[in-house]
C-alpha cells in the first residue's frame, strides 16, 4: 500500500520508531521476568538553573507563524525510489501563562487561521488541520527548555508528532543573566542535542540571538531516549536568529524568530534514507497582561488531554484507528486464550506481541481491563498474571487504573500480585484521583513488601503528577514520603523513601537530601545523592561535584556521577574530566567512561578518552576508553 502524504511528513520519527522497537525486541529480557518495581522515574534530563526566570501569570502573547518543510524519502538498491513531499503552513499562534512553580512553567497554546498546503487527499488536508486546530498545553523548564505538550485526546499520533517538531523548533533555552554565550542540551521532535547560543555581535543592543544545533547525542523512540549509534547516522544543521526584548518577564521577551533546519537520517542498510529541509519564522504581532480563561486552566486537568513528552515519541498504538486494526477484532478470550498457550520456548517476543495487543484492547474496551481484573483475582499462572498487569499498566488509561487499583485493595489476593499491581500502577503518565489515594493508602499497608513497594510507585507518581501540572497533588505525594522518611524506625526504611523521593524529584526535598548526604552512613548518603538526580535548584551541581570529588566512599562517589548522568552534560565537563582522570577507583573512571560515550563527539571528550586509553592503570578502563575512539 502506498504510503499517504501526511504519513510520509513524519516517517523520519516512524523509522526510527521502527528501529527502536526492532533493537528492544532484540534486546529487551521476557517481560514475564523483567521486574515490576519502578526504581526510577523517567529519565529526563532536569537542567539545575543559574538564574531565577519569571514568567508572569496571564500574559498572552500573539505572533505570526509560517513555515515550510519538505520531506524525502529515498528507497536504496540500483534503481531507488525518491518520494517528496511539501508542506507548508502559516497560522496565528497564541500562547499565554498558566502557571508557574520554582521547576516548570506551563502555557497555554493555539494555532488560528490556519492555512496548510499539501499535495494528496483533501481529506487528509483536513483532517490535519482541524487537529492542529485543537488548543494544547506547552510545558517547559523555567529557562525556556521545552518539556512535554499536553494534547487533547483526540489528536492523533501523526498531528502530535507535526505539533512537538513545530514547538520544539520555535524554544529558547535563557543563558545565565549577563552572558554573551551559552550552551545548552535540549531535545526536539528527533532527539536530545547540544546547543550553542551566543549575542550577535552586529547587533550592539545585545538582544539579538544566533542559535546553532552542535549534533545529537541520543534520538526519541517509541522505548524512550536511545543512542544515536543504535539507530543510525543523523546529519544536518540547524541555526535560528532571535530578537529579544529587555525585561525580567520571560514571556514576553521573544519578538521574532527565524530559522533554518536540515536533517538526513541513515538508518542503514535495507532502510531507507529521510531527510528533510523546513524554515520557519515567527513574529510578535500583540501583547497583553490578563488572567487565564477558565477553559484554559481546565486544560491542565481535564481527562480529555494527555501528557505527551519530548523525550519519547507517541506510539502509533496509542491512536484508537490503529489499536482496532491491530486487534483485527480479537476478544479478550482470544487474547486470553493465545496468552496461555504460548510455548515454552518463546524467547519473550510472542508475549511482547500479545501484551501490546492487550494494551490496545483495554484502550478501546475499557471494560475488558474489568474482566482482566477479575480473571486475575480469580486465579491465573503467574506468567499470564504478569502479562496482563504490565497490559493494563501499558494501556494508560483511566480503566487499566481502576482496575489495577481494584486488585491492589483486595487484600485476599496474594502478596505477589497486589505488589506488581501497586508497582506497575506507579508507572502511569497520568495518575487518576483514584490512582493517587490508592497509593496514598498503600505506603501504611499492612503487608511490609506492598508498602515499601507502594513508596516507590507514590514517588514515581508524584514526578508524573508535577509533569502533568498537577503540583498540589505532587506536593501531597511528596509531603507524604517525606513524614515517612522522617519517621524511619531503621536505615534501611530510610533508604527506602530515599529512593522515592528521588523518583518525585520536588525541590523542596533539598534541604533534607543535603542533611543525609553528611550522614556517617555511606548507604544513606549514596541514597541521597542518587535522589538528587531530578531535583533542580541552584546548588545541587555543585553538591553533586563536591560528592564525586571529595567524598571518601566508592559507592558515593559513583552515586554522583550517576546523578550526573541526568543533568546537562556540558557544565560537568571539566569535574568529569577531573574525575576520570584522578579518582582512584575504577569503578568510577568507569562509571564516567560510560557517560562519555553519550557525547564522544565532543572535543573535549575525545581528548580525555585518548588520554585515559593510554594512561590509565587499569586495562578494564583502558580498554573502555579505546572502544569508544574507534
Same mark, same amino acid.
Given at each position: 500500500?502506498?504510503?499517504?502524504?501526511?504519513?510520509?511528513?513524519?516517517?523520519?520519527?516512524?523509522?526510527?520508531?521502527?528501529?527502536?522497537?526492532?533493537?528492544?525486541?532484540?534486546?529487551?529480557?521476557?517481560?514475564?521476568?523483567?521486574?515490576?518495581?519502578?526504581?526510577?522515574?523517567?529519565?529526563?534530563?532536569?537542567?539545575?538553573?543559574?538564574?531565577?526566570?519569571?514568567?508572569?501569570?496571564?500574559?498572552?502573547?500573539?505572533?505570526?507563524?509560517?513555515?515550510?518543510?519538505?520531506?524525502?524519502?529515498?528507497?536504496?538498491?540500483?534503481?531507488?525510489?525518491?518520494?517528496?513531499?511539501?508542506?507548508?503552513?502559516?497560522?496565528?499562534?497564541?500562547?499565554?501563562?498558566?502557571?508557574?512553580?520554582?521547576?516548570?512553567?506551563?502555557? =497555554? #497554546?493555539? %494555532?488560528?487561521?490556519?492555512?496548510?498546503?499539501?499535495?494528496?487527499?483533501? !481529506?487528509?488536508?483536513? &483532517? *490535519? /488541520?482541524? +487537529?492542529?486546530?485543537?488548543?494544547?498545553?506547552?510545558?517547559?523548564?523555567?529557562?525556556?527548555?521545552?518539556?512535554?505538550?499536553?494534547?487533547?485526546?483526540?489528536?492523533?499520533?501523526?498531528?502530535?508528532?507535526?505539533?512537538?517538531?513545530?514547538?520544539?523548533?520555535?524554544?529558547?533555552?535563557?543563558?545565565?543573566?549577563?552572558?554573551?554565550?551559552?550552551?545548552?542540551?535540549?531535545?526536539?521532535?528527533?532527539?536530545?542535542?547540544?546547543?550553542?547560543?551566543?549575542?550577535?555581535?552586529?547587533?550592539?543592543?545585545?538582544?539579538?540571538?544566533?542559535?546553532?544545533?552542535?549534533?545529537?547525542?541520543?534520538?526519541?523512540? =517509541? #522505548?524512550? %531516549?536511545?543512542?544515536?549509534?543504535?539507530?543510525?547516522?543523523?546529519?544536518? !544543521?540547524?541555526?535560528? &536568529? *532571535? /530578537?529579544? +526584548?529587555?525585561?525580567?518577564?520571560?514571556?514576553?521577551?521573544?519578538?521574532?524568530?527565524?530559522?533554518?533546519?536540515?536533517?538526513?537520517?541513515?538508518?542503514?542498510?535495507?532502510?531507507?534514507?529521510?531527510?528533510?529541509?523546513?524554515?520557519?519564522?515567527?513574529?510578535?504581532?500583540?501583547?497583553?497582561?490578563?488572567?487565564?480563561?477558565?477553559?484554559?486552566?481546565?486544560?491542565?486537568?481535564?481527562?480529555?488531554?494527555?501528557?505527551?513528552?519530548?523525550?519519547?515519541?507517541?506510539?502509533?498504538?496509542?491512536?484508537?484507528?490503529?489499536?482496532?486494526?491491530?486487534?483485527?477484532?480479537?476478544?479478550?478470550?482470544?487474547?486470553?486464550?493465545? %496468552?496461555?498457550?504460548?510455548?515454552?520456548?518463546?524467547?519473550?517476543?510472542?508475549?511482547?506481541?500479545? &501484551?501490546?495487543?492487550?494494551?490496545?484492547?483495554?484502550?478501546?474496551?475499557?471494560?475488558?481491563?474489568?474482566?482482566?481484573?477479575?480473571?486475575?483475582?480469580?486465579?491465573?499462572?503467574?506468567?499470564?498474571?504478569?502479562?496482563?498487569?504490565?497490559?493494563?499498566?501499558?494501556?494508560?488509561?483511566?480503566?487499566?487504573?481502576?482496575?489495577?487499583?481494584?486488585?491492589?485493595?483486595?487484600?485476599?489476593?496474594?502478596?505477589?500480585?497486589?505488589?506488581?499491581?501497586?508497582?506497575?500502577?506507579?508507572?502511569?503518565?497520568?495518575?487518576?484521583?483514584?490512582?493517587?489515594?490508592?497509593?496514598?493508602?498503600?505506603?501504611?499497608?499492612?503487608?511490609?513488601?506492598?508498602?515499601?513497594?507502594?513508596?516507590?510507585?507514590?514517588?514515581?507518581?508524584?514526578?508524573?503528577?508535577?509533569?502533568?501540572?498537577?503540583?498540589?497533588?505532587?506536593?501531597?505525594?511528596?509531603?507524604?514520603?517525606?513524614?515517612?522518611?522522617?519517621?524511619?524506625?531503621?536505615?534501611?526504611?530510610?533508604?527506602?523513601?530515599?529512593?522515592?523521593?528521588?523518583?518525585?524529584?520536588?525541590?523542596?526535598?533539598?534541604?533534607?537530601?543535603?542533611?543525609?548526604?553528611?550522614?556517617?552512613?555511606?548507604?544513606?548518603?549514596?541514597?541521597?545523592?542518587?535522589?538528587?538526580?531530578?531535583?533542580?535548584?541552584?546548588?545541587?551541581?555543585?553538591?553533586?561535584?563536591?560528592?564525586?570529588?571529595?567524598?571518601?566512599?566508592?559507592?558515593?562517589?559513583?552515586?554522583?556521577?550517576?546523578?550526573?548522568?541526568?543533568?546537562?552534560?556540558?557544565?560537568?565537563?571539566?569535574?568529569?574530566?577531573?574525575?576520570?582522570?584522578?579518582?582512584?577507583?575504577?569503578?568510577?573512571?568507569?562509571?564516567?567512561?560510560?557517560?562519555?560515550?553519550?557525547?564522544?563527539?565532543?572535543?573535549?571528550?575525545?581528548?580525555?578518552?585518548?588520554?585515559?586509553?593510554?594512561?590509565?592503570?587499569?586495562?578494564?578502563?583502558?580498554?573502555?576508553?579505546?572502544?569508544?575512539?574507534?
Amino acid at each position: 500500500m502506498r504510503i499517504r502524504p501526511w504519513q510520509l511528513l513524519l516517517l523520519l520519527v516512524v523509522v526510527l520508531s521502527a528501529l527502536s522497537l526492532w533493537h528492544k525486541r532484540h534486546a529487551a529480557q521476557s517481560p514475564s521476568d523483567a521486574p515490576a518495581t519502578p526504581l526510577s522515574s523517567s529519565a529526563l534530563t532536569t537542567p539545575a538553573a543559574t538564574t531565577r526566570f519569571a514568567w508572569s501569570i496571564g500574559t498572552r502573547q500573539v505572533y505570526k507563524l509560517s513555515t515550510q518543510r519538505v520531506v524525502h524519502l529515498r528507497g536504496r538498491g540500483p534503481e531507488p525510489t525518491d518520494d517528496t513531499f511539501p508542506l507548508t503552513l502559516t497560522a496565528r499562534y497564541t500562547t499565554t501563562v498558566l502557571q508557574q512553580d520554582d521547576v516548570l512553567v506551563s502555557l =497555554a #497554546a493555539r %494555532l488560528d487561521d490556519i492555512q496548510l498546503q499539501m499535495p494528496g487527499d483533501p !481529506a487528509a488536508r483536513t &483532517q *490535519l /488541520q482541524n +487537529a492542529l486546530g485543537r488548543p494544547f498545553v506547552q510545558v517547559h523548564e523555567s529557562n525556556g527548555k521545552l518539556r512535554s505538550l499536553r494534547l487533547h485526546r483526540d489528536v492523533d499520533a501523526y498531528a502530535r508528532g507535526f505539533v512537538k517538531a513545530l514547538i520544539a523548533s520555535l524554544q529558547l533555552v535563557r543563558g545565565p543573566s549577563g552572558a554573551t554565550d551559552w550552551q545548552t542540551q535540549e531535545l526536539d521532535a528527533t532527539g536530545e542535542y547540544s546547543a550553542s547560543y551566543r549575542r550577535d555581535p552586529a547587533h550592539s543592543d545585545g538582544q539579538h540571538i544566533q542559535k546553532t544545533r552542535q549534533s545529537y547525542q541520543q534520538v526519541r523512540s =517509541a #522505548a524512550g %531516549l536511545m543512542a544515536v549509534a543504535q539507530l543510525g547516522q543523523i546529519t544536518g !544543521a540547524l541555526t535560528v &536568529q *532571535l /530578537q529579544l +526584548a529587555e525585561g525580567s518577564d520571560e514571556a514576553v521577551r521573544l519578538i521574532q524568530a527565524e530559522g533554518r533546519d536540515q536533517l538526513t537520517v541513515d538508518p542503514g542498510k535495507d532502510m531507507p534514507i529521510v531527510s528533510s529541509e523546513s524554515s520557519f519564522s515567527l513574529t510578535r504581532i500583540d501583547g497583553q497582561q490578563g488572567s487565564p480563561q477558565p477553559h484554559e486552566l481546565a486544560m491542565l486537568t481535564s481527562p480529555d488531554y494527555t501528557l505527551s513528552p519530548l523525550q519519547m515519541m507517541d506510539a502509533l498504538d496509542s491512536d484508537r484507528r490503529a489499536d482496532e486494526q491491530q486487534l483485527k477484532g480479537a476478544s479478550l478470550a482470544d487474547l486470553m486464550q493465545a %496468552l496461555r498457550a504460548l510455548p515454552a520456548t518463546d524467547n519473550g517476543s510472542q508475549r511482547a506481541e500479545l &501484551q501490546t495487543k492487550l494494551s490496545a484492547l483495554f484502550r478501546t474496551q475499557p471494560d475488558a481491563a474489568k474482566q482482566a481484573a477479575a480473571a486475575i483475582a480469580a486465579g491465573l499462572p503467574e506468567p499470564v498474571t504478569k502479562t496482563l498487569l504490565g497490559s493494563l499498566s501499558g494501556a494508560q488509561s483511566a480503566a487499566g487504573q481502576a482496575a489495577l487499583v481494584d486488585l491492589l485493595n483486595q487484600r485476599s489476593l496474594s502478596s505477589a500480585i497486589r505488589e506488581n499491581a501497586v508497582a506497575v500502577l506507579g508507572l502511569s503518565d497520568a495518575p487518576t484521583e483514584a490512582t493517587s489515594e490508592a497509593l496514598h493508602k498503600a505506603v501504611r499497608d499492612a503487608d511490609p513488601d506492598v508498602r515499601s513497594t507502594a513508596a516507590l510507585a507514590l514517588g514515581n507518581a508524584a514526578g508524573a503528577q508535577r509533569q502533568q501540572s498537577q503540583v498540589s497533588a505532587a506536593e501531597a505525594s511528596v509531603d507524604e514520603l517525606i513524614q515517612l522518611y522522617q519517621a524511619a524506625q531503621t536505615e534501611d526504611e530510610q533508604l527506602l523513601y530515599l529512593q522515592a523521593l528521588g523518583n518525585a524529584g520536588d525541590p523542596r526535598t533539598l534541604p533534607l537530601l543535603q542533611t543525609a548526604t553528611q550522614s556517617q552512613s555511606a548507604a544513606i548518603r549514596s541514597a541521597a545523592t542518587q535522589a538528587l538526580r531530578f531535583v533542580s535548584a541552584t546548588s545541587v551541581d555543585a553538591l553533586l561535584v563536591q560528592l564525586m570529588e571529595q567524598d571518601s566512599a566508592v559507592e558515593v562517589r559513583r552515586a554522583a556521577v550517576f546523578s550526573i548522568s541526568f543533568r546537562p552534560f556540558l557544565g560537568f565537563v571539566a569535574s568529569l574530566q577531573k574525575a576520570v582522570l584522578a579518582d582512584k577507583a575504577a569503578p568510577v573512571r568507569q562509571d564516567v567512561i560510560q557517560l562519555f560515550a553519550r557525547y564522544k563527539q565532543l572535543p573535549a571528550v575525545q581528548q580525555t578518552l585518548r588520554s585515559v586509553s593510554e594512561r590509565d592503570p587499569s586495562p578494564e578502563v583502558r580498554r573502555a576508553a579505546s572502544e569508544l575512539l574507534r
